[in-house]
C-alpha cells in the first residue's frame, strides 16, 4: 500500500517570501497556454492567430480563471464559510478553486475579449479548447502534492491504494491523479488531434464540454465528495457531478448544430 508523501506546500522560501506549488502549478499552466497555443496557431495558419494574440488570450484567461474559479468555489462548495469569514474569499493563496467556476469566468473573458477583437465568440473558444486541458492536469498534480481533494476509501488489494496520513489511516484512491490522466491528459490528445482538421464552427468547442463533462463525471465516483449546493439533489450525484450534466447536455446540442454549419474552421 502506498503512502502519500507529505510533500511540503512551499516549493522554495525566501525569507519572508514563499513559493507554493501550487503557484507553480498555475504558472506551468500558463506557460503551456501559450506554448500549445503558438504551436497549434502555427499548425492552423488559416485561423489567424498570432503570439502576441495568444498572450492577450493568457491574460484574459488568467483573470477569468481566478475570479470565477474562487467565486464558484464561494458560491458553488462553501457559501457558508465564505459568507461568515468574507476576508478568506480573497486569500487564493490557501487553494480553493472551482474548475465549473473557472469555466464561467473564462467564458466570460473570452465574451470579453471576443467583443474588443471582433472575433465571433466560437473562433475564440474553439481555439483555445485544445489548450486547456493540460493547464488542467497541472492543477490537479498540485492538489495531490497539496494532499488536498483526495479520493473515496479503496480495496486495500489495489496496488495503486494511498493513505493520506493527515486524513486518516484508510487506503484511498489518488483521485487527483486519475483526473489528472483524464480531463489532463487524454482530454488534451483526444482535443489536440480533433483539433488539427477543420471543424465545423463550435465543433471543438463541443467535443471540449463533452469530454470533460463524462470524464469528471467518472472521477467523482472515485474522488471523496465535496460538500456543495447541488449535494442533495438526489440520486448519489456530487456538486461537481451536477454540474457536469448541463455541460455535456450543452455540448452534445452544439455537437448537433455544428453539423449543419456551412464552414469548417
Known sequence: MLIHPQFDPVAISLGPLSVRWYG??????FALFVLLGRRHARRRPELGWDAAQIDDLLFYGVLGVIIGGRLGEVLFYQPG????HPLEILAI??????????FLGV?????????????????????????????LAAGRIGNFINGELWGRPADPGLPWAMVFPHVDSLPRHPSQIYQALGEGLLLFVLLWLYAASPRPVRAVSAVFLIGY????FAAEFFRN???????????SLTTAQWLCVPMVVVGVMLLASSGRAQHAR
Open 107 to 135: 467564458l466570460a473573458a473570452m465574451a470579453l475579449y471576443g467583443r474588443k477583437t471582433g472575433r465571433g465568440f466560437w473562433q475564440v473558444t474553439d481555439f483555445i479548447a485544445p489548450l486547456v486541458p493540460t493547464g
Open 213 to 216: 463533462g463524462v470524464l469528471r
Open 81 to 84: 464559510y465564505y459568507f461568515s
Open 225 to 235: 465528495p465535496d460538500p456543495g449546493i447541488f449535494s442533495g439533489l438526489g440520486f
Open 93 to 102: 493563496w490557501k487553494g480553493g478553486m472551482s474548475f465549473h467556476g473557472g
Open 24 to 29: 507553480l502549478m498555475y504558472l506551468a499552466a
